[in-house]
């Protein structure tokens, strides 16, 4: 059981507020009820050390919990409950909230309720005012978010804990793997979020009270992270893997707009390509095991690369494998069917990467630079990202 610190500044009552979350989704319904056992006593226990180092008062105990542990079969909020097989547990977690002024931790996912749900349209994901609405008995929904932030609230509601404050711990909008997963439309989606959130106009089940705080998903790509949801699973980084900002955009901080990391230092600009004087029958072959250690996400359909043709795309896995690898000559071998050349292969919006200097690539001293680099990053955007409001 995994446990994670949420640390920001900003808090309404104070100067400093923290959160010690019991897990990463544990109750994800793919999971199974693996984890249910243990994520209440998990909790209660560090609450009892919280308790005994005095700091009860100061760090709140809370449970994330992901966008499927609360359903609506037919779409409308006021439909909305819990998982028949979360039930038990969800009512034990609430009451332990509750007794601490705990807030009920959850991720909304306007992307993959768009991708589930052939019923909610991109605009009406993207807060367009031109978006069909939804209506459910006398309560018009503009949006996906409200949509989805009040079929919580219902569920919350039938098992007893309306009023209970909520943290949006997880949102974003993908920017490659999958069809609509671009940065222009990320950009769209966080402005239209930003914009709403700021408003204060809350949801038709809780007008003028929107969540304490919001979480954006993430600071950068993860190109090791589980892609069994999907491949676009990889790219929810408002920068990429290097550090760069994916789109123009303030977080509603005025004219603070995103800023490159600077000083990143890359491997020598050399890329691994197939050779096209090789015989090639066994080509996707070797590209298929090449994408299996390593993240080829981009070539999938609608993905930044899945337009480019034969053989480019065995070369985009050729080069993922070799720079995952440290751009070692034998990591573009491949049969003899690899090639490495310094005329850059990147195709319109595909980018073939050069991978980050490393530990493995660098002195000891230079790394050390390199991840405070990382860290102090990590740390700025930390206190960007959490919205208090």
């Given at each position: 059981?995994?446990?994670?610190?949420?640390?920001?500044p900003?808090?309404?009552?104070k100067?400093?507020?923290?959160y010690?979350a019991?897990?990463?989704e544990?109750?994800?319904?793919?999971y199974?009820?693996?984890?249910?056992?243990?994520v209440?006593g998990?909790?209660m226990?560090?609450?009892?050390?919280l308790?005994?180092a005095?700091?009860?008062?100061?760090?709140?105990?809370?449970?994330?919990?992901?966008?499927?542990?609360?359903?609506s079969?037919?779409?409308?909020?006021?439909?909305?409950?819990?998982?028949?097989?979360?039930?038990k547990?969800?009512?034990?977690?609430?009451t332990?909230?509750?007794k601490?002024?705990?807030?009920?931790?959850?991720t909304i996912?306007p992307?993959?309720?768009?991708?589930q749900?052939?019923n909610?349209?991109?605009?009406?994901?993207l807060?367009k005012?031109?978006?069909?609405?939804?209506?459910?008995?006398h309560?018009?929904y503009?949006n996906?978010?409200?949509?989805?932030?009040?079929t919580?609230?219902?569920a919350?509601s039938?098992?007893?804990?309306?009023e209970i404050?909520?943290?949006?711990a997880?949102?974003g909008w993908?920017?490659?793997?999958?069809?609509?997963?671009?940065?222009?439309?990320?950009e769209?989606?966080m402005?239209?979020l930003i914009?709403?959130l700021?408003?204060?106009?809350?949801?038709?089940?809780?007008?003028?009270?929107p969540?304490?705080?919001?979480?954006?998903?993430?600071?950068?790509?993860?190109?090791?992270?589980?892609i069994?949801?999907?491949?676009?699973?990889r790219?929810?980084?408002?920068?990429t893997?290097?550090?760069q900002?994916?789109?123009h955009?303030?977080f509603?901080?005025?004219?603070?707009?995103?800023?490159?990391a600077?000083?990143?230092?890359y491997?020598?600009?050399?890329?691994?390509?197939?050779?096209?004087?090789?015989?090639?029958?066994?080509a996707?072959?070797?590209?298929?095991?090449?994408?299996s250690t390593?993240?080829?996400?981009?070539?999938s359909?609608g993905?930044?690369?899945?337009?480019?043709s034969?053989p480019?795309?065995?070369?985009y896995?050729?080069?993922?494998?070799?720079?995952?690898?440290?751009?070692r000559?034998?990591?573009c071998?491949f049969g003899?069917?690899?090639?490495?050349?310094?005329?850059?292969p990147?195709v319109?919006?595909?980018?073939?990467?050069?991978?980050?200097q490393?530990?493995h690539?660098?002195?000891?001293?230079?790394?050390y630079?390199?991840?405070?680099?990382?860290?102090?990053?990590?740390?700025?955007?930390?206190?960007?990202?959490g919205?208090t409001?």
């Amino acid at each position: 059981m995994s446990i994670w610190i949420f640390l920001f500044p900003g808090r309404r009552s104070k100067g400093n507020e923290r959160y010690v979350a019991v897990g990463d989704e544990p109750f994800l319904q793919s999971y199974g009820d693996r984890f249910h056992p243990f994520v209440i006593g998990a909790a209660m226990n560090i609450q009892a050390a919280l308790t005994k180092a005095n700091l009860a008062g100061e760090v709140k105990v809370v449970v994330p919990c992901s966008f499927d542990t609360f359903v609506s079969e037919s779409g409308r909020p006021s439909k909305g409950h819990f998982r028949t097989d979360l039930n038990k547990t969800m009512i034990e977690l609430l009451t332990f909230l509750s007794k601490h002024h705990s807030p009920f931790f959850v991720t909304i996912s306007p992307f993959i309720s768009f991708q589930q749900n052939k019923n909610i349209s991109l605009d009406f994901s993207l807060f367009k005012e031109n978006a069909r609405h939804h209506n459910d008995s006398h309560r018009t929904y503009k949006n996906s978010f409200d949509l989805s932030y009040d079929t919580l609230v219902s569920a919350l509601s039938k098992i007893g804990f309306p009023e209970i404050d909520i943290v949006v711990a997880c949102i974003g909008w993908p920017t490659d793997g999958a069809a609509n997963a671009t940065s222009s439309i990320a950009e769209t989606f966080m402005k239209g979020l930003i914009d709403h959130l700021h408003s204060k106009t809350g949801t038709p089940l809780r007008p003028r009270n929107p969540p304490i705080e919001t979480f954006i998903f993430s600071l950068l790509d993860e190109d090791h992270r589980s892609i069994t949801s999907g491949n676009f699973e990889r790219h929810w980084g408002v920068f990429t893997f290097d550090g760069q900002a994916k789109y123009h955009f303030n977080f509603g901080q005025g004219t603070k707009n995103l800023v490159n990391a600077q000083l990143v230092e890359y491997l020598a600009p050399k890329w691994c390509v197939v050779n096209n004087n090789k015989e090639l029958s066994n080509a996707s072959a070797s590209a298929l095991e090449a994408c299996s250690t390593s993240d080829c996400t981009a070539l999938s359909p609608g993905g930044s690369c899945s337009n480019i043709s034969w053989p480019g795309n065995i070369s985009y896995a050729f080069n993922s494998y070799y720079q995952q690898n440290d751009q070692r000559a034998d990591s573009c071998d491949f049969g003899g069917l690899g090639l490495i050349t310094t005329v850059d292969p990147s195709v319109d919006t595909c980018r073939f990467f050069v991978e980050l200097q490393t530990s493995h690539s660098t002195s000891a001293h230079e790394a050390y630079i390199f991840l405070r680099i990382i860290l102090l990053l990590a740390c700025l955007f930390s206190c960007l990202l959490g919205f208090t409001w």
